[in-house]
């Protein structure tokens, strides 16, 4: 079993930067590929970034290329979102996910992330 806890949301304006942290606790996170997912009101819970459990391997949704980091710090149990040129549109909960499978590739479907935070809420004014 694994612990995630999410902080850095908070209330930014159109163009502004925020830094999500998950932090880990039990289970092997060094073993376990990571995602970042969002969920606006009224609408499915998506996927966003992930990163494989070494931190070689990224991917992320095309809306937020070029735009959010992914990244990993195994030694502090650690995940990162780091998110630049924030958008109205970018407003949701953010959830850090776990993902124990013993896979080749990182993920987008929620299905395959057996362990989730509580969220971090992300506003974004306009």
């Known amino acids: 079993q694994v612990q995630l806890v999410e902080s850095g949301g908070g209330l930014v304006q159109a163009g502004g930067s925020l830094r999500l942290s998950c932090a880990a606790s039990?289970?092997?996170?060094?073993?376990?590929?990571m995602g970042w997912f969002r969920q606006a009101p009224g609408k499915e819970r998506e996927f966003v970034a992930a990163?494989?459990?070494?931190?070689?391997?990224?991917d992320y949704l095309d809306s937020v290329k070029g735009r959010f980091t992914i990244s990993r710090d195994n030694a502090k149990k650690m995940v990162y979102l780091q998110m630049n040129s924030l958008k109205p549109e970018d407003t949701a909960v953010y959830y850090c996910?776990?993902?124990?499978?013993?896979?080749?590739?990182?993920?987008?479907?929620?299905?395959?992330?057996?362990?989730w935070g509580q969220g971090t809420q992300v506003t974004v004014s306009s």
């Open positions: 996910a776990a993902d124990s499978r013993d896979a080749y590739s990182i993920s987008r479907s929620k299905k395959d992330y057996a362990y």
């Open positions: 039990g289970g092997t996170f060094s073993g376990y590929h």
């Open positions: 990163i494989n459990w070494i931190g070689s391997s990224t």
